[in-house]
């Protein structure tokens, strides 16, 4: 046994009585991953300064807004080289559940620091509340959010390049070389026998495109932060104040490039994420200092998550909302969506759809008051389908 290995034991004895946290093993790593994809060519503005951002919003806020069709000048392959930076917990101890891995997918705006919110992580981390049940969890970084890659962010940042990367990934989890190429870890490698995908917002409409396209790669998905609801849509970007993320903030990110937009202020984020009943100022806060930029071409490109139609999902779906989520349902989801028309329309072969609101929250589940609860609403739910 290394001596680093009997320092984790160590420390493990010392913190046995202390909170869940001390009770995970964690081990951050990089992912190259090579994507032959096809995107497009969008028409947009170019953002170059918080001048042209508020321009760029406006081009896709206003009635007369290009669609995605419009906008398209046509195919771009792309054949890159991205590197992924993830992270995988696994429980300390073996435990019934340590062969389903859940894999999770956090939305624009956030890297994987969503799922393990770090004020009072015993109430809002995900991470935690996953490993306390018993489930190993990995997490990673969009490209062009955290560590991981910033390619270009008109060309090459879109959806149906992140669900490729995103089944790539899912792929490595379940043939067991995920950790193949890490070096400096006492972690093994995961080899689950299931894999649930866990998503926030556009990180859940990611995995809708997953299932789409790759329906035998999960065995259960929770969708939070997620609704085909009737009020989509109603709500422009244009709502939320957007700079030009390297002048907004050098230091945070003077390494994105062109095209690169950020959420300008806690006012903001407030509208996105939050509701009055739901508040915390310090998570409100902490959402301010974990922010990340978004690439412009994801708000051309989301229904390239469901272009190429592959083997049918077959497992069970559970899709969460905050009751008042503005971006979703414009402030309110009660009496905007039915589970037989979201079964229908989006995962037609799936054992079961089932809708659930989580009371009197907005569009971020995490940082919200009361989230320890909506997590146990999702365990169980998978609980009750043998996973
Ligand atoms: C292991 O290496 C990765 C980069 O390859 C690094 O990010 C991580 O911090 C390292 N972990 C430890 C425990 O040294
Ligand atoms: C995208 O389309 C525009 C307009 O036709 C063209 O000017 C530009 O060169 C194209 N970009 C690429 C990378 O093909
Ligand atoms: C949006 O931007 C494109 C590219 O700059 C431009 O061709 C188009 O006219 C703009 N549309 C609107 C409605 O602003
Ligand atoms: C986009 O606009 C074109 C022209 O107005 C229209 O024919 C097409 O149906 C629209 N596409 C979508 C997906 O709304
Ligand atoms: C799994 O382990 C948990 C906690 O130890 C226990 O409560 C539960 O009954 C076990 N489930 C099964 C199916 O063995
Ligand atoms: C990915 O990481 C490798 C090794 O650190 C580096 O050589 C390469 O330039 C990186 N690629 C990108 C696109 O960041
Ligand atoms: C595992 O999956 C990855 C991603 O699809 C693939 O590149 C790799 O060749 C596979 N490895 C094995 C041993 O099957
Ligand atoms: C199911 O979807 C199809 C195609 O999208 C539509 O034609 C049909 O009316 C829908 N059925 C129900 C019951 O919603
Ligand atoms: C889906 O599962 C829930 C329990 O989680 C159950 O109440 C509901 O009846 C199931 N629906 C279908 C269509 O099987
Ligand atoms: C907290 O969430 C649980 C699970 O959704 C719910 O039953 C309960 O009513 C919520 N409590 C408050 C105060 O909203």
């Known amino acids: 046994m290394s001596s680093t290995r009997l320092i984790q034991v160590g420390l493990l004895f010392a913190a046995k009585a202390m909170a869940v946290a001390a009770s995970k093993q964690c081990v951050d790593f990089v992912l190259p991953i090579h994507v032959m994809a096809t995107n497009n060519n969008y028409t947009m503005p170019r953002v170059d300064s918080n001048i042209e951002a508020v321009q760029w919003a406006l081009n896709f806020s206003v009635w007369n807004a290009p669609n ?193 937009i950020v959420l300008t202020s806690e006012n903001t984020l407030q509208k996105v994420y939050f509701t009055e009943d739901s508040l915390e100022p310090a998570l409100l806060t902490w959402t301010e200092a974990v922010k990340q930029p978004e690439a412009v071409a994801l708000y051309a490109s989301s229904g390239q998550a469901f272009a190429n139609p592959g083997p049918a999902y077959g497992g069970p779906v559970q899709v969460i909302a905050g009751e008042f989520d503005y971006v979703n349902c414009n402030g309110d989801c009660k009496g905007s969506y039915t589970e037989a028309g979201i079964k229908n329309s989006t995962f037609p072969g799936a054992s079961n759809v089932t809708v659930y609101l989580q009371p009197n929250t907005g569009h971020a589940l995490t940082v919200a008051k009361n989230a320890s609860a909506v997590f146990e609403m999702m365990f169980s739910y998978l609980e009750d389908f043998g996973f």
């Not at 073996?94 to 999770?104: C, D, E, R, V, W």
């Not at 070096?183 to 789409?212: D, K, M, Q, R, Y």
Request: glycine share 8%.
């Open 68 to 260: 995605a069709t419009e906008r398209d000048n046509g195919p771009l392959p792309i054949n890159d080289i991205f590197n992924i930076s993830a992270k995988l917990c696994v429980p300390s101890v073996k435990t019934n559940k340590s062969n389903i891995l859940q894999i999770a997918v956090q939305g624009n705006a956030w890297d994987k620091r969503y799922w393990d919110v770090q004020v009072e992580p015993e109430e809002h981390s995900y991470v935690d509340a996953a490993i306390a049940k018993g489930y190993p969890i990995l997490m990673f970084d969009r490209i062009g959010t955290g560590k991981s890659s910033l390619p270009n962010a008109y060309y090459e940042v879109q959806a149906g390049l992140e669900v490729d990367i995103l089944a790539q990934i899912t792929a490595m989890a379940s043939n067991g070389t995920l950790l193949s190429s890490v070096s400096n870890t006492t972690i093994a490698e995961p080899n689950p026998t299931h894999i649930v995908h866990v998503g926030h917002s556009f990180g859940s409409l990611l995995i809708a495109g997953l299932l789409t396209q790759h329906g035998d790669m999960s065995s259960a998905a929770l969708l939070t932060g997620f609704l085909p609801s009737t009020h989509q849509g109603e709500v422009p970007v244009a709502t939320f104040e957007h700079d030009f993320a390297p002048v907004h903030d050098p230091a945070r990110f003077g390494q994105f490039g062109s095209g690169y």
